[in-house]
């Protein structure tokens, strides 16, 4: 496959990330009605099995901002692509292994009825799949090498250095933050329920009503090495630290809000003030790092040439007169 061929290839298959959770969202509203799946998203009482969780509304938000990101060729848009492909690996992986350990004599969901587990479970595996060629063809096509390449001309360019200085440690600043609430969070959990328990809970078992969903701990783990690495690529000012950070934001906004509105709707919003404050570090810490990162975009963004003042204005003299100077001067 040609390099080429391979930038033809990304396309296609960042819009099937996208495809794939937005299906299975569109299925739990179309099967149980948007006022129960809004509860359920809110982490409100309801009964039954789901096939999604308010989780699912940032995988969709991170995958559909890479695949805008690519077809708008926006700064950051490889580091954008490389955080949809491995967050969802990371979110997919452990519903294959609910497909896998499930069982008729021992069903991973108890009685709960819902989609259908296989169903699901080899979708996300397609998913997993599509992810790993994705990643795959992003190395081969070089593209964060790309992106580094033209940050650092339009840098050069512009000159505007200060601002990439402010937003590369907020985004640091943030995420360092953030990381440390999800270590102290599963280290809580551990103490609490004990390792065994922790363990149960990082696979999922028996902690979900939704086929999609995974438990808390897991979250925050991945979280944790998400952030870690924003962290650092952040903190190094690398060029994909800018879609890097664009993408963990786009995946941890959704999330935090719906929270939020399940808080603020059963009044435990300040009964919870882990939870909350968690929530609200997610939600306005993103949407400052990203109103950061798009006033640095639009301030390096090249001016557009002007092409009018490089033509020649237009002689306004007769072509007589033309002519008589022509001969004057001949003479």
């Given amino acids: 496959m040609s390099i080429k061929q391979a930038r033809l290839a990304v396309g296609p298959l960042s819009v099937l990330l996208f495809a794939q959770t937005t299906f299975w969202l569109l299925y739990d509203v179309a099967d149980r009605g948007l006022p129960h799946m809004w509860s359920a998203w809110t982490n409100g009482p309801v009964s039954g099995l789901s096939a999604t969780t308010a989780l699912d509304f940032g995988l969709a938000a991170l995958q559909l901002g890479a695949a805008c990101g690519l077809v708008l060729r926006i700064r950051g848009a490889g580091g954008l692509l490389v955080t949809a492909c491995v967050t969802t690996v990371l979110f997919r992986t452990p519903v294959v292994w609910y497909m896998l350990l499930d069982s008729e004599s021992d069903p991973w969901f ?63 600043t943030l995420l360092a933050v953030l990381n440390v609430f999800y270590i102290c969070r599963n280290v809580l959990t551990a103490v609490e329920v004990g ?87 997610e939600l306005a810490g993103s949407a400052a790092v990203v109103a950061l990162i798009v006033a ?11 092409v009018l003042e490089l033509t020649p204005p237009p002689t306004g003299a007769d072509p007589e007169a033309q002519r008589a100077d022509a001969a004057t001067s001949d003479a």
């Fill in 296 to 306: 640095d975009v639009r301030r390096d963004r090249p001016a557009p040439h002007a």
């Fill in 195 to 281: 390792p065994h328990a922790l363990a149960d809970l990082l696979v999922g078992r028996g902690v979900g009503r939704a086929v999609l969903g995974v438990s808390s701990p897991w979250q925050w783990a991945c979280l944790t090495v998400l952030c870690g690495v924003g962290m650092v690529l952040a903190a190094k000012r690398r060029p994909s630290a800018t879609g890097f950070s664009v993408g963990l934001a786009l995946f941890m906004m959704p999330i935090a809000f719906t929270k939020l509105w399940g808080l603020a709707g059963t009044a435990d919003l300040l009964a919870s003030p882990l939870n909350t404050v968690q929530s609200v570090l």
């Fill in 110 to 172: 108890g009685g709960l009825e819902g989609p259908s587990l296989t169903a699901v479970g080899v979708s996300c595996l397609l998913a997993i799949l599509v992810a790993v060629a994705l990643g795959g063809l992003l190395f081969r096509v070089r593209g964060l090498e790309r992106d580094a390449a033209a940050a650092a001309e339009e840098e050069s360019r512009s000159g505007a250095i200060r601002p990439v200085k402010v937003t590369a440690s907020a985004s640091c």
